[in-house]
């Protein structure tokens, strides 16, 4: 069983920045990819980040590129995603989930086999 919980979102102004962290149970975490997803009201979980279980491979959705940077740190079996230059766009509610490895797409929600509960982003314009 892996268990998931993210932490660190909040209110901030556009522009502002904020730092997720995802902390994970189970010997698993070493040896799998993670990824960030978001869901605003009203509309599909969609992508926002992947890392691969050494960290050695990001990848981003377009909409993020540039402003937000997934990391992990194995030793405290914890994901990070830090936002900078956020836009009121970015409110959704974000959540991280495990690579299962079973060939799906990674931008696709049907990759990944467990999910935190999610953490609140709200970015005031």
């Known amino acids: 069983q892996v268990q998931l919980v993210e932490s660190g979102g909040g209110l901030v102004q556009a522009g502002g920045s904020l730092r997720l962290s995802c902390a994970a149970s189970g010997r698993t975490f070493r040896t799998s990819a993670m990824g960030w997803f978001r869901q605003a009201p009203g509309k599909e979980r969609e992508f926002v980040a992947f890392?691969?279980?050494?960290?050695?491979?990001?990848y981003y959705a377009g909409s993020v590129k540039g402003r937000f940077t997934i990391s992990r740190d194995n030793a405290k079996n914890t994901v990070y995603l830090q936002m900078n230059g956020l836009k009121p766009e970015d409110t959704a509610v974000y959540y991280c989930?495990?690579?299962?490895?079973?060939?799906?797409?990674?931008?696709?929600?049907?990759?990944?086999?467990?999910w935190g509960q999610g953490t609140q982003v709200t970015v005031s314009s």
């Open positions: 989930a495990r690579d299962s490895g079973n060939g799906a797409d990674y931008t696709s929600v049907l990759r990944y086999d467990y």
């Open positions: 890392i691969s279980s050494s960290g050695g491979a990001t």
